[in-house]
């Protein structure tokens, strides 16, 4: 599976932007997938994940609420509405995916991964 994420540009603090990410392949409704963020100088972080095969959908506390992922499973596409967005916020997002059904927050337990998409939010 190949994962291309996009979407991602220079946002003021407040504003909102939606992350794409194309599969090369039907992925979004037989895998589990997620979205990753590192900022500069930070390890890895998980954002958000959602397994259709196991119906949960999961969020880091720190975007409860202001982040959203979705997928459209006819485009093999999947989202993430992120608003209210805080300088904190700037990192490059990554989207992932794993064959296995149950939502995991570790960055190791994802197989395929995007490309990345820089955001960078100015106060």
């Known amino acids: 599976v190949q994962l291309q994420a996009s979407g991602g540009g220079l946002v003021q603090a407040g504003g909102s932007l939606r992350l794409s990410c194309a599969a090369s392949?039907?992925?979004?409704?037989?895998?589990?997938v997620a979205w990753f963020r590192q900022a500069p100088g930070k390890e890895r972080e998980f954002v958000a994940a959602?397994?259709?095969?196991?119906?949960?959908?999961q969020y880091a506390e720190s975007v409860q609420g202001r982040f959203f992922i979705s997928t459209d499973n006819a485009e093999n596409t999947m989202y993430l509405q992120i608003n209210s967005l805080k300088p904190d916020d700037t990192a490059v997002y990554y989207c992932?995916?794993?064959?296995?059904?149950?939502?995991?927050?570790?960055?190791?337990?994802?197989?395929?991964w995007g490309q990345g998409t820089l955001v960078t939010v100015s106060s």
């Open positions: 992932a995916a794993r064959t296995w059904a149950t939502v995991v927050p570790g960055p190791g337990s994802y197989e395929y």
């Open positions: 392949r039907r992925t979004f409704s037989s895998y589990t």
């Open positions: 959602r397994s259709w095969r196991a119906g949960t959908t």
